[in-house]
């Protein structure tokens, strides 16, 4: 099958007004006879949901936790991009679309671009309507913060938990709905398959995770928004839940699957403690902008430290190496997030990592202090001011600025990062890959949506800070809403969809055949014995920098992991009741297919770009040596995968980017 | 180190439960209190027995599912935390530590540690919210001027997560601390003025039908809540309820 992006002609301004003009729209009056069914209740699901109900049509939304309110965009700390200008600082609708693609290192599809930061602005006037707390000026106005990559001030914020409260506005939305009987809400539901009836999405078979009852679900169209796969590396700033079960089940029956090797790992993240740990903590980047990133300079000094023989603040400014100061003097420590990584880890790699494990740099305050110290001694005219009250001084400001984060790190690590150096590594924090869907946000299955994370379009292979919650909303409030009309609009005489056909009987049996499976096969090791390991070759070989040799050893590993995991997997109690372990082997499962197929897109694809650097594909020599190094000439497309089974016959469909709107030029941060 | 741990069982919401002892041994210090609660797991996973059923999902503080009442107190011996952010440091080698879900009528248990939190729910449902239908022309948000003040207390009632420590701790199982805080929200903001009177009504009758204690003024809400919701949440529910009423 051959792709259709399906993006309206016209001028990139136009298109989407042009768009809405013409798409069919569903009678009001017959909008009651038609069910829609949404997977997961984040920003995405969660808005759409609400959205569909509020429209007239009949929503069934699932979610796996015990409330909506619990799906992990609540996590989100930064802020939520729009291109408002109300900062008057020369943003606009383009200069947005223009960083979006820019950061995405030139790999998403400009026309799906463009629509997102055109409705930015709908999504802040939205969530003000419905009473979430941004925060505000002294004027009563609402303020704006800067973050990476960008030169204007576009995030709105409501303190470092953004995302729980527009998840809490999606939320809200939703509960007006499920009181007037629009939305019928089923917590602790997981979806495990999607039915499809005559070449259509019609419906999802589900799990009660209470009763362990498998249930049959039908609706005229099926929208998943379950996030991102970023678990599949097992240690992750995902949610322990998180779970890519209901994008990879709809990619088994007809989705294609883009571009699964664009990852996005935060440079900032506590580093991990030792084998035992669960998830991985995310700091905000905003600590980048005052902190100093190193390591020592001499291996002697690393090994003292490590042996707790000596301290990070006795060594000397010239026994440092500050590596990003180093290789990249224009921008420092404010890289993007990619180059940040890969160059904690190239220290780490040469053995320069400074705690136990071996794996943690520098993020060092020290110089702020006494900046920030100088100039408020200058402010209060404190003459001659000794180096300790400039240092209190200036950790006054950046306890202001960062408090609540340094008092998080304290939490976690028993240190405290006023005194002495904060330790950071990088993490898995984002996936920009994930189902393919046209411009309408429908996958290659008729009738199949998905939104959010879980979709490709909007990242291309690098997501800017504050984008991801923009994304979500705005396909769940303003995109999804009007695509899925046009589509549904010829479902008006389809009737209600039996359950009792005999698609729902095969779909049903295949997952209990496999749940039973799980139950009864009493192997030998757990299922988290084989996440952990499906999550080290992960780390290890697709994990910061690839290379061909390392993605076709995962490859291989990947699959013998997988086979060992279906003959030794090991899952107690039974399936008619309550039981983690089992929701576990299933998504672990999943992963691990998931995984292989994931290598398999970094091999084919070499170049490097955005997140997914492959070391084959770096600049040989002058000032850019050993960056990064983009291939438009062969690789400015889309990987969709279409299954065939084993993963690594997936077969390739190429979604060719055209960039009529701005002009593709290589990243320099030198 | 090494524990003792005495862990509330039960099979399911009609199973008789009861207190059953484990041992864990070579707990880092450095481990989160979940964490200690995977390796107990793992230990039983490995010895072909169950492994003890709790929520949890974030595990950075901000999601609201976990949900143990450990050593008498919600989420813990720590204060303005989650019991996912709970550290083993905070215990001693030899402990014993006593691990119950979360306990009032109107959160009845599922299994283990997993409570029932839909009344919660159901009291949002009945109307935490604005109505307000989405659409591409609503008005600019900077038309509706919030004075900084009013946003940021607002910000500070909304932070809530819903977990039920409030309404664990309390000694008559209340919520209005829960309550409190979503009516607060909305309260100090204009937009949700339109809907003030039929809001906190609809959500105290429904907080009420539910179960869920009163409200005594020992404040045990305030100080075990992980995100310091203040009590004048409560206080202002009150009067939110009380000037509803009197209007009819």
């Not at chain 1, 890959?433 to 994370?453: A, H, K, R, S």
């Not at chain 1, 779909?507 to 999550?535: C, M, P, Q, W």
Request: a negative charge; aromatic letters at 8%.
């Amino acid at each position: 099958m051959a792709l259709d992006s399906k993006v309206p002609k016209g001028p990139i301004k136009d298109k989407w007004t042009d768009y809405k003009n013409k798409i069919d729209l569903v009678n009001p009056a017959n909008k009651r006879h038609i069910d829609v069914i949404v997977v997961g209740t984040g920003l995405a699901g969660g808005s759409a949901a609400a959205t569909l109900a509020e429209l007239g049509y009949n929503v069934k939304a699932f979610a796996y936790q015990d409330s909506p309110r619990r799906a992990h965009s609540i996590a989100a700390q930064g802020g939520i991009n729009a291109a408002k200008n109300y900062q008057g600082d020369g943003d606009s609708t383009y200069r947005l679309f223009y960083d979006t693609v820019k950061g995405g290192d030139y790999r998403s599809r400009e026309a799906n671009v463009y629509r997102l930061a055109e409705v930015s602005s709908n999504i802040i006037d939205q969530c003000v309507a419905q009473g979430v707390p941004f925060a505000r000026d002294y004027g009563g106005l609402l303020d704006n913060r800067s973050f990476g990559g960008v030169l204007v001030s576009r995030t709105f914020y409501a303190k470092g938990q953004t995302g729980q409260q527009l998840l809490l506005g999606a939320y809200s939305a939703m509960n007006r709905q499920i009181a007037r009987g629009k939305i019928e809400m089923f917590n602790r539901h997981e979806m495990l398959d999607v039915v499809i009836v005559d070449g259509k999405a019609r419906g999802i078979i589900a799990r009660n995770l209470i009763t362990g009852e498998i249930e049959r679900h039908s609706a005229h169209a099926v929208v998943v928004g379950s996030g991102g796969y970023g678990n599949v590396y097992f240690l992750s700033t995902n949610a322990m839940g998180s779970n890519a079960t209901a994008a990879w089940k709809i990619h088994k029956k007809g989705a294609y699957f883009a571009n699964p090797c664009y990852t996005q790992i935060h440079p900032t993240c506590i580093p991990r403690s030792g084998d035992y740990q669960s998830k991985l903590t995310l700091m905000s980047e905003s600590l980048r902008n005052d902190g100093r990133i190193w390591v020592p300079k001499n291996m002697e000094d690393v090994l003292a430290i490590r042996e707790g023989r000596k301290k990070p603040t006795e060594l000397s400014e010239d026994e440092r190496d500050y590596y990003l100061e180093r290789r990249y003097p224009a921008f420092g420590n404010l890289v993007p997030r990619d180059v940040a990584s890969r160059a904690a880890k190239e220290r780490c790699d040469a053995g320069y990592g400074v705690n136990a494990t071996g794996e943690a740099v520098y993020l060092d305050f020290a110089s702020a202090f006494e900046r920030y110290g100088k100039e408020q001694a200058k402010i209060h005219n404190i003459e001659n001011p000794s180096p300790a009250k400039i240092k209190e001084l200036g950790q006054a400001i950046v306890e202001a600025k960062y408090g609540n984060l340094f008092q998080m790190y304290e939490k976690i690590i028993d240190q405290n990062p006023y005194e002495t150096p904060m330790m950071i590594y990088p993490a898995v924090h984002y996936t920009m890959g994930g189902v393919w869907v046209d411009y309408n946000l429908m996958t290659t299955i008729p009738g199949c949506y998905c939104i959010g994370e879980a979709n490709f379009s909007d990242h291309g292979a690098n997501r800017l800070g504050a984008s991801a919650l923009m994304q979500g909303l705005a396909d769940g409030y303003f995109v999804l809403p009007y695509t899925i009309g046009d589509y549904l609009s010829d479902d008006i005489r389809t009737g209600k969809i039996p359950t009792d056909s005999k698609e729902f009987d095969e779909a049903e049996k295949e997952v209990t055949k496999r749940i039973n499976f799980f139950v009864n096969n009493k192997g030998t090791k757990s299922v988290d014995y084989f996440h952990k390991k499906l999550g080290k070759v992960m780390w290890d070989k697709a994990g910061m920098s690839r290379n061909a040799q390392g993605l076709t050893e995962a490859m291989a590993e990947i699959k013998a992991i997988r086979e060992e995991f279906w003959k030794e997997v090991y899952v107690p109690g039974t399936a008619d009741e309550m039981n983690p372990e089992l929701e576990k082997a299933g998504r672990v499962a999943d992963f691990l297919e998931l995984g292989e197929l994931f290598a398999k897109d970094a091999l084919m694809r070499n170049e490097s770009c955005g997140g997914h650097f492959r070391e084959e594909s770096a600049e040989l020599d002058g000032p850019q040596k050993g960056e990064a190094k983009r291939n438009d000439k062969d690789f400015a497309f889309v990987a969709a995968w279409e299954y065939k089974g084993e993963p690594a016959d997936a077969v390739l469909h190429k979604e060719e980017l055209e960039f009529k709107d701005i002009e593709l030029k290589q990243r320099s941060y030198k | 180190m090494n524990l003792t741990l005495k862990i509330w069982r039960q099979k399911d919401s009609k199973a008789k439960g009861q207190m059953v002892d484990y041992k864990v041994t070579e707990i880092s210090e450095h481990m989160s209190f979940l964490e200690m609660m995977d390796v107990l797991n793992e230990q039983l996973v490995n010895s072909g027995e169950e492994p003890v059923a709790f929520d949890h999902d974030c595990r950075e503080g901000i999601c609201g599912m976990c949900s143990m009442y450990i050593n008498g107190e919600a989420h813990g011996p720590d204060r303005g935390i989650t019991t996912c952010q709970l550290h083993m440091r905070m215990f001693n080698d030899g402990d014993t530590i006593t691990i119950e879900p979360f306990r009032a009528a109107a959160f009845p248990v599922i299994k283990d540690l997993v409570v029932d939190r839909m009344a919660f729910e159901r009291i949002q449902q009945a109307g935490g919210y604005i109505s307000v239908n989405t659409s591409g022309n609503t008005q600019d948000a900077n038309n509706i001027p919030i004075s900084k003040h009013a946003a940021d207390e607002a910000m500070d009632a909304a932070t809530c997560i819903g977990c039920g420590a409030c309404v664990a701790t309390c000694k008559n199982s209340s919520a209005m601390l829960f309550v409190g805080a979503k009516v607060s929200q909305y309260a100090l903001l204009p937009q949700g003025q339109v809907e003030a009177a039929d809001r906190v009504k609809n959500m105290v009758a429904q907080m009420d039908l539910e179960g869920f204690g009163n409200c005594t003024n020992t404040g045990a809400c305030e100080v075990e809540c992980p995100k310091g919701i203040s009590l004048e949440n409560i206080a202002r529910m009150n009067r939110e309820y009380l000037s509803a009423t009197l209007k009819g």
